[in-house]
């Protein structure tokens, strides 16, 4: 990597004027236009509007016919900023306080690099998503065909990660991230006075039977080696103090990081509640809905990446072997059509303020902006050979 003062200077002006306008999941309008006009610029044949208001930009050098996606998120999040930066949201309840700012710059940053030294064979599609936070961008751009028009042989995601020292890079091979799902458990008895349960089917009782059981779920039934969680997170009843409620409603969230434990703990909930409620005579209804998948890498591609962020900053500040985290990332819709790796960069330094992600006085760290980019334009490279 050789560092350009005026390039980096460029990219963060390019990342203020987005942090400034926020804008949310399904409605990156202005941002995805921003996106579309600076790779025009470049020489880009651009596709607007896939999965909404996603773009995607292809860019072919030499007669390779292998080709390469490169991810970026561009939605911001639901909340009011407060830092205080001359470049912080002019939206209230708008902020980029995941850093999709950075990771769009970042991506942008790589495709100038690759137009003016193309030095590869193949295709390089660079992806700019709509809607991760809600984790819906990912299948909206698949459900308009991103893989039928756009084939592509890996794909590669980059994440800011705030705690990390900057412009190191992190990884691993397998599950990195969780799957998010969530679920909603109605047990129906039979109210009735409180001073005679013998009249009632009382479900707070089955209710807290069925939130003790479901803790036995990792404990038990999912292998020790595969991190997971299953949280009750919400109770509610229609009871008053002094009578037994008709119905009582547990709400809650489980992670995992392997589709099999996913699958497993869907099929133990729903068992052990069906079971216990019929065991007390209560009756069940369990919903449960799949809100991101586990986020797995492939080993290749994790080889692909650690070799190219090796490039940039030394093998030294490569972590190939990171620990996986509970956290989810709408990226993984992507690998369970085509393999590839997603990677973070770390900004936090000393003299600056570590905030991590999702709070309300996050900013991207600027500095490692043309570090990213360069990050792509090395992979690049290093999966389409010349
Ligand atoms: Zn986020
Ligand atoms: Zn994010």
Known sequence: MTHNEEFAKRLAEWRHQI???????FEEVATAAFVAERLKEMGYEVHRNIGKTGVVANLKAGEGTRAIGLRADMDCICMTEEGEHPWSSKTPKQMHACGHDGHTV?????????????????????????????????????????FERFPMDEIYGLHNDPIRPKNTFHMRAGGMLASEDNFTIRIKG?????????????????????????????????CPADPAV???????????????????????????????????IEE??????????????A??????THEFVPLVNDETCVAHAAAAAGKVVGAEKVDRNAKPLMASEDFARFLTKVPGCYIQIGGAEEDRETCPVHNSRFDYNDDT??????????????????
């Open 283 to 288: 009756e069940c209804e369990f919903t449960y």
């Open 268 to 281: 133990r909930m729903e068992a052990l509640c069906r079971n216990i409620c019929a065991a007390y005579g």
């Open 369 to 386: 902006l043309e570090t990213g980019a360069w990050y792509f334009y090395e992979l690049v490279r290093t999966c389409l050979p010349k």
């Open 19 to 25: 942090h400034e306008n926020p804008e949310k999941a």
């Open 190 to 222: 039979r109210g009735g006075h409180a001073s005679a349960p013998q009249d009632t089917i009382d479900p707070m009782v089955v209710a807290a039977q069925v939130i003790l059981a479901l803790q036995t779920i990792v404990s038990r039934n999912v």
């Open 106 to 146: 970042t991506l942008l940053g790589a495709a100038e690099l690759l137009a003016k030294k193309p030095d590869f064979d193949g295709t390089v599609r660079l992806i700019f998503q709509p809607a991760e936070e809600p984790g819906k961008g990912a299948q909206a751009m698949m459900e308009d065909g991103l």
């Open 230 to 264: 299953v949280s009750c997170t919400e109770l509610f009843t229609d009871g008053v103090h002094n009578a037994m409620p008709n119905t009582v409603t547990i709400l809650g969230d489980t992670r995992s990081t392997t589709p099999e434990a996913q699958r497993m």
